[in-house]
């Protein structure tokens, strides 16, 4: 029993403040403490570890002030209104207000860093870890207490809200640990090995695209068109525009199309080109004979855009033509180019039409009507594509949306709406019985690029709840912030689903329109994105509250991811009702992410698993099976013009993969059992299914049979470096040092396959301090190095 009382005094004081401490006396842990303020005296907290780290801040005496005087004013307040009956109604009014101020002075204790201790601070840890006091903040679902405390906590490319941190080195580490923990089965060794060369051909393709647009070029017009080197820049460009096919530049007017020395008007022309050439060659893609040639001419020409840019997105305003053209060449290129390089096209567009004025009324006075409303559709569709950067990448908003004053296109206007509405007041207020499709499609754009600011600009990066004060330890965090929080995420919830219903449902009855299927795509991709990132900034205060307040945060998690998940299968339904694999070539990207999101489902809580879930994500990817099947572009993967788009859809086969074999291996059901049940569905499911699991299937051959350009050890090593610090890479230098000097290594090399020093490498990984939990032993490696032998010989 005493020990009991010992326990529950030692929560109780946790934490108190110094003097409450001391005096035993309750303690409202805020800082200053009510006891202290009624005392007089100053309040300070204990820091566990180290005390010193509080001297960092320095309380802002002007405010501590004006809140001694406020509670001085409620306590009159409570006594007048226990006294005079006739003034209790004047003094509840009063303490309701005076309660309001507090709470925001309160909100604002902290303002100040005290300037002495940093003058004095010569640590080589970032200044951020001593405000932090220490304390652990998760970021993402994979955050550790390791690898917040230590080293870098937030990789450049996986931000704060990536929405494809299960792809980020951490993510990577947790989803092959999954697998071998639930299992140690053929099936999963070979899932395993089969990642493995995931990973090595995608360090390579991201290589590729590291290299500078001229350089690449020139590569293309050499491998694929069989041009001569040495060229200089303008014998490139000429060389470019020769290998461009005749039969596509008829069918264009060639004004600016021999111009080298003028990049901008070159750099038009190529955009209308690239735009003809995917129109012109649709009913040719259904072809796999021609997708070689399809991919050769595409890369061709958008590389020769990037090259032009360079020379074109210097420091002179830009006009309303050349803006329109850079939109279009954005809109061909956003899925199929690595984010950061199209967001190397959209910042300077951002930049550009803020310049020229066109989010502020004030500069279209005068203007004719016909010209300032093309000039708004320009402002409108940069600021979608601004948004859709953001949801990509997780980054921040290149444009402050509170300081935009541009009216709305005129026929957006004519549906019922206005700039100065909300989102909601927008999709109360429009009428989809005025205007076009196009209309229509544009206003859904606009909708959702305001929700997805708010989003981000109001919750995600909004210092109320971001600022580092909040998680440094130094006092309580009120939970008022999360329940603040949660009641805006909730009015977030609800917006989407209204933008849904009002809409997406409304555009869904042109299915077969290819701009109502692209901005289904975005509006599904935005939604999960924005979610997710939700998602992960309730980490940050589920990891610093505990009890009653963490089960309610981990509660509203659970009821995102479920919005996420019925999102994921919305989509898939809706494209396989599209039934058109030529559309969903366009956004393979998106695709394999929303994959992801089963993927998830299965790997997290396999017993909750829904096997439909799992049949339209073997549907979905079924309908990209055909561009695998190509033997040229399964011979030649690095050399194929297509092979960013080839390791996409490469992924998506993966993540089937690992999803059909959770459930196989959860409900220990067989592979022929699985099929039955599959079969139900669609035959083409099971089929497909059936492939997945099979290792010897063409789905996966163009990534193991390469025995040349396996860059594991070179580029995902050198990536967790730039995650977990260099101490990292001395560690593996130093494995690979003895593996190499090792007999058995030595007896291992008749096999002369790069693949089989991958299994070595895959061992260095799973062997670093970010797998704490898991055991590894020789029989996997040894079973894996027969998967290797096996291969070794039949190539």
Same mark, same amino acid.
């Given at each position: 029993m005493g020990q009991n009382r010992c326990t529950k005094r030692k929560h109780k004081v946790i934490t108190a403040c110094k003097n409450c401490r001391n005096r035993k006396v309750k303690c409202d842990g805020s800082l200053p403490c009510f006891s202290c303020l009624q005392r007089h005296i100053t309040c300070t907290y204990m820091i566990k570890g180290d005390e010193g780290k509080l001297s960092f801040y320095k309380q802002d005496d002007h405010i501590l002030e004006q809140i001694k005087i406020l509670k001085k004013s409620i306590d009159i307040l409570e006594k007048l209104k226990l006294s005079v009956v006739t003034s209790s109604e004047y003094a509840t009014n009063a303490i309701a207000d005076i309660n309001r101020q507090l709470e925001t002075l309160l909100s604002f204790q902290h303002v100040n860093i005290n300037s002495e201790s940093v003058r004095t601070y010569k640590d080589n840890g970032a200044l951020e870890n001593q405000l932090l006091g220490g304390n652990y903040v998760a970021f993402?679902?994979?955050?550790?207490?390791? *690898?917040?405390?230590? $080293?870098?906590?937030?990789?450049? +490319?996986? $931000?704060? #809200?990536?929405?494809i941190s299960v792809m980020s080195p951490k993510g990577i580490c947790w989803l092959i640990q999954q697998l071998i923990v639930k299992s140690r089965e053929k099936d999963t060794e070979e899932t395993v090995y089969i990642l493995l060369k995931f990973l090595d051909a995608g360090s390579s393709s991201y290589k590729w695209e590291l290299i500078a647009p001229v350089y690449r070029l020139q590569f293309i017009l050499i491998e694929f068109f069989g041009c001569k080197v040495p060229f200089t820049r303008n014998q490139t460009l000429k060389e470019a525009i020769d290998a461009i096919p005749p039969s596509l530049r008829s069918e264009l007017k060639e004004e600016g199309g021999n111009s080298i020395q003028d990049s901008r008007k070159l750099f038009m022309y190529c955009v209308k080109l690239l735009g003809k050439h995917f129109t012109s060659s649709r009913h040719l893609l259904r072809n796999i004979n021609i997708f070689e040639h399809f991919f050769q001419v595409e890369e061709l020409l958008s590389t020769l855009c990037y090259t032009l840019l360079e020379n074109s997105l210097n420091f002179r305003l830009l006009d309303a033509e050349f803006l329109h053209d850079l939109l279009c060449f954005v809109k061909q290129r956003h899925w199929k180019d690595n984010s950061f390089i199209i967001g190397g096209v959209i910042a300077p567009l951002c930049r550009q039409v803020q310049d020229l004025g066109l989010s502020r009324w004030e500069y279209y006075l005068g203007m004719n009507e016909e010209h300032a409303n093309h000039l708004r559709e320009i402002w409108w569709d940069t600021y979608w594509w601004d948004k859709w950067y953001v949801v990509v990448t997780g980054k921040l908003p290149m444009i402050d949306s509170s300081t935009v004053t541009c009216l709305l296109p005129q026929q957006i206007m004519r549906l019922g709406v206005d700039d100065a509405m909300s989102s909601w007041q927008m999709l109360e207020r429009v009428d989809f019985t005025y205007g076009s499709l196009k209309d229509h499609i544009m206003f859904g754009y606009i909708v959702l690029s305001i929700s997805i600011n708010d989003v981000f600009s109001n919750v995600l990066y909004n210092r109320k709840f971001t600022d580092y004060r909040m998680f440094s330890g130094i006092t309580a965090l009120d939970f008022k912030v999360v329940e603040e929080l949660l009641t805006r995420i909730n009015g977030i919830r609800k917006g989407f689903t209204v933008l849904k219903t009002t809409v997406v449902h409304e555009l869904e009855k042109s299915l077969l329109d290819d701009d109502v299927f692209r901005f289904c795509i975005h509006f599904a991709y935005s939604r999960i994105s924005c979610l997710k990132a939700i998602g992960n900034l309730l980490m940050r205060f589920k990891s610093i509250f505990h009890g009653t307040s963490s089960n309610l945060i981990s509660d509203q998690i659970g009821e995102y991811d479920k919005d996420i998940l019925q999102t994921t299968v919305e989509t898939f339904t809706f494209i396989l009702r599209a039934n058109d694999n030529i559309k969903i070539k366009e956004h393979v990207r998106p695709i394999s992410e929303m994959g992801l999101n089963i993927l998830l489902e299965a790997v997290k809580a396999p017993a909750g698993i829904d096997v439909y879930h799992i049949s339209l994500f073997c549907g979905v990817a079924s309908l990209f099976d055909r561009i695998t099947c190509s033997e040229n572009g399964a011979e030649k993967q690095y050399n194929h013009p297509g092979r960013i788009v080839l390791m996409e859809i490469t992924c998506i086969f993966i993540f089937v993969r690992v999803c059909c074999l959770v459930y196989r291996q959860y409900k220990k059901v067989s592979k022929e059992e699985l099929m039955a049940i599959l079969?139900?569905?669609?035959?083409?499911?099971?089929?497909?299914? *059936?492939?997945? =699991?099979? +290792?010897?299937?063409? =789905?996966?051959?163009? +990534?193991?049979?390469?025995? *040349?350009?396996?860059? #594991?050890?070179?580029?995902? +090593?050198? $990536?967790?470096?730039?995650?977990? $610090?260099r101490d990292i890479i001395t560690t593996i230098e130093s494995c690979e040092r003895e593996v190499l000097s090792s007999d058995e290594y030595r007896q291992a090399q008749y096999m002369g396959n790069v693949a089989t020093k991958d299994l070595d490498y895959l061992r260095y990984f799973l062997n670093l301090d970010i797998f704490p939990e898991l055991n590894t032993d020789d029989e996997l490696w040894d079973d894996l190095k027969e998967i290797d032998k096996y291969y070794c010989s039949s190539v």
């Amino acid at each position: 029993m005493g020990q009991n009382r010992c326990t529950k005094r030692k929560h109780k004081v946790i934490t108190a403040c110094k003097n409450c401490r001391n005096r035993k006396v309750k303690c409202d842990g805020s800082l200053p403490c009510f006891s202290c303020l009624q005392r007089h005296i100053t309040c300070t907290y204990m820091i566990k570890g180290d005390e010193g780290k509080l001297s960092f801040y320095k309380q802002d005496d002007h405010i501590l002030e004006q809140i001694k005087i406020l509670k001085k004013s409620i306590d009159i307040l409570e006594k007048l209104k226990l006294s005079v009956v006739t003034s209790s109604e004047y003094a509840t009014n009063a303490i309701a207000d005076i309660n309001r101020q507090l709470e925001t002075l309160l909100s604002f204790q902290h303002v100040n860093i005290n300037s002495e201790s940093v003058r004095t601070y010569k640590d080589n840890g970032a200044l951020e870890n001593q405000l932090l006091g220490g304390n652990y903040v998760a970021f993402d679902a994979f955050s550790t207490f390791e *690898n917040v405390s230590k $080293g870098k906590a937030v990789d450049v +490319i996986f $931000g704060l #809200y990536s929405p494809i941190s299960v792809m980020s080195p951490k993510g990577i580490c947790w989803l092959i640990q999954q697998l071998i923990v639930k299992s140690r089965e053929k099936d999963t060794e070979e899932t395993v090995y089969i990642l493995l060369k995931f990973l090595d051909a995608g360090s390579s393709s991201y290589k590729w695209e590291l290299i500078a647009p001229v350089y690449r070029l020139q590569f293309i017009l050499i491998e694929f068109f069989g041009c001569k080197v040495p060229f200089t820049r303008n014998q490139t460009l000429k060389e470019a525009i020769d290998a461009i096919p005749p039969s596509l530049r008829s069918e264009l007017k060639e004004e600016g199309g021999n111009s080298i020395q003028d990049s901008r008007k070159l750099f038009m022309y190529c955009v209308k080109l690239l735009g003809k050439h995917f129109t012109s060659s649709r009913h040719l893609l259904r072809n796999i004979n021609i997708f070689e040639h399809f991919f050769q001419v595409e890369e061709l020409l958008s590389t020769l855009c990037y090259t032009l840019l360079e020379n074109s997105l210097n420091f002179r305003l830009l006009d309303a033509e050349f803006l329109h053209d850079l939109l279009c060449f954005v809109k061909q290129r956003h899925w199929k180019d690595n984010s950061f390089i199209i967001g190397g096209v959209i910042a300077p567009l951002c930049r550009q039409v803020q310049d020229l004025g066109l989010s502020r009324w004030e500069y279209y006075l005068g203007m004719n009507e016909e010209h300032a409303n093309h000039l708004r559709e320009i402002w409108w569709d940069t600021y979608w594509w601004d948004k859709w950067y953001v949801v990509v990448t997780g980054k921040l908003p290149m444009i402050d949306s509170s300081t935009v004053t541009c009216l709305l296109p005129q026929q957006i206007m004519r549906l019922g709406v206005d700039d100065a509405m909300s989102s909601w007041q927008m999709l109360e207020r429009v009428d989809f019985t005025y205007g076009s499709l196009k209309d229509h499609i544009m206003f859904g754009y606009i909708v959702l690029s305001i929700s997805i600011n708010d989003v981000f600009s109001n919750v995600l990066y909004n210092r109320k709840f971001t600022d580092y004060r909040m998680f440094s330890g130094i006092t309580a965090l009120d939970f008022k912030v999360v329940e603040e929080l949660l009641t805006r995420i909730n009015g977030i919830r609800k917006g989407f689903t209204v933008l849904k219903t009002t809409v997406v449902h409304e555009l869904e009855k042109s299915l077969l329109d290819d701009d109502v299927f692209r901005f289904c795509i975005h509006f599904a991709y935005s939604r999960i994105s924005c979610l997710k990132a939700i998602g992960n900034l309730l980490m940050r205060f589920k990891s610093i509250f505990h009890g009653t307040s963490s089960n309610l945060i981990s509660d509203q998690i659970g009821e995102y991811d479920k919005d996420i998940l019925q999102t994921t299968v919305e989509t898939f339904t809706f494209i396989l009702r599209a039934n058109d694999n030529i559309k969903i070539k366009e956004h393979v990207r998106p695709i394999s992410e929303m994959g992801l999101n089963i993927l998830l489902e299965a790997v997290k809580a396999p017993a909750g698993i829904d096997v439909y879930h799992i049949s339209l994500f073997c549907g979905v990817a079924s309908l990209f099976d055909r561009i695998t099947c190509s033997e040229n572009g399964a011979e030649k993967q690095y050399n194929h013009p297509g092979r960013i788009v080839l390791m996409e859809i490469t992924c998506i086969f993966i993540f089937v993969r690992v999803c059909c074999l959770v459930y196989r291996q959860y409900k220990k059901v067989s592979k022929e059992e699985l099929m039955a049940i599959l079969t139900d569905f669609d035959h083409t499911t099971a089929r497909f299914c *059936n492939e997945t =699991l099979d +290792i010897r299937s063409d =789905l996966f051959q163009h +990534i193991i049979r390469d025995k *040349n350009k396996s860059d #594991y050890h070179r580029d995902i +090593i050198h $990536g967790i470096e730039k995650v977990l $610090g260099r101490d990292i890479i001395t560690t593996i230098e130093s494995c690979e040092r003895e593996v190499l000097s090792s007999d058995e290594y030595r007896q291992a090399q008749y096999m002369g396959n790069v693949a089989t020093k991958d299994l070595d490498y895959l061992r260095y990984f799973l062997n670093l301090d970010i797998f704490p939990e898991l055991n590894t032993d020789d029989e996997l490696w040894d079973d894996l190095k027969e998967i290797d032998k096996y291969y070794c010989s039949s190539v």
